[in-house]
């Protein structure tokens, strides 16, 4: 296991990964991440499917699982968060916002995320990950190439600067398909809306079934001139 730690560190370390590790496979990467970091590195999950975990989990048992509890996810999502941690071989943390959202609507008035999703997104999102990850150097996200334009350039292995993490995306490279494929080979669990016309899974209020032929990741925030949620950006 490395014991390069510091920030310069860590930055050097993802650059090289990054150009070495662009043609390997997820478990690769994932092996690479477990060999490198032990128990310093998680998952994030949007409880959209299990693939990551369910990869990860292979290389490194019982790797944590960070899960943002919003307060605003539908039902099917908080399930599925459930099942993963009753059924798969990883440790599920759920993070949630320093405000509920009844105290939000109190101190900002209700419906934040149709008047300023950016700021609701702020609190409820990007804070406490940022909060969370910070017992660790690397994170693990889910980010594909092909979801949207706005991820076409996604790096296998990166610093983010914003953090001072190494950030990893061991499936930039794959396909819908891909997904597909590993889902039924290995039985994974994914989010019962995926079958119910959703392509990408986030909070209710902000999220609305696909149209034909759209992206997947065009029915969240739709009509708000949004499409991160500012974690990746
Ligand atoms: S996705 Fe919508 S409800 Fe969820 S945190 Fe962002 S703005 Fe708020």
Redesign the pocket.
């Known amino acids: 296991m490395t014991t390069a730690t510091g920030t310069d560190a860590l930055r050097a370390l993802a650059l090289s990964a990054g150009r070495d590790l662009e043609e390997a496979s997820a478990s690769e990467i994932l092996s690479w991440a477990a060999e490198t970091f032990g128990g310093r590195f998680c998952v994030t999950s949007s409880m959209e499917d299990a693939v990551v975990a369910h990869l990860a989990s292979r290389a490194l048992p019982g790797i944590d699982v960070v899960f943002l509890d919003?307060g605003?996810h539908f039902p099917e999502t908080i399930g599925t968060r459930d099942a993963v941690q009753a059924v798969m071989d990883v440790n599920v943390i759920t993070l949630t916002p320093r405000l509920s959202v009844a105290e939000q609507d109190a101190e900002y008035g209700p419906r934040?995320?149709d008047r300023d999703?950016d700021l609701?997104?702020a609190m409820?999102?990007v804070a406490p990950l940022d909060a969370g990850l910070e017992g660790y150097d690397a994170w693990v996200t889910g980010l594909r190439r092909d979801e949207s334009p706005t991820r076409a350039g996604t790096p296998v292995v990166a610093f983010d600067e914003k953090r001072g993490k190494v950030k990893i995306s061991p499936i930039a490279r794959w396909t819908q398909e891909d997904v597909e494929q590993y889902v039924a080979e290995h039985g994974v669990l994914t989010n019962p809306l995926l079958m119910d016309g959703y392509g990408s899974v986030?909070?209710a209020?902000?999220t609305r079934r696909l149209l034909a032929g759209e992206d997947t990741r065009a029915g969240r925030?739709s009509g708000r001139g949004k499409t991160e949620?500012g974690i990746h950006t």
């Open positions: 919003t605003y934040l995320h999703p609701c997104c409820r999102k986030g909070c209020p902000c925030w949620c």
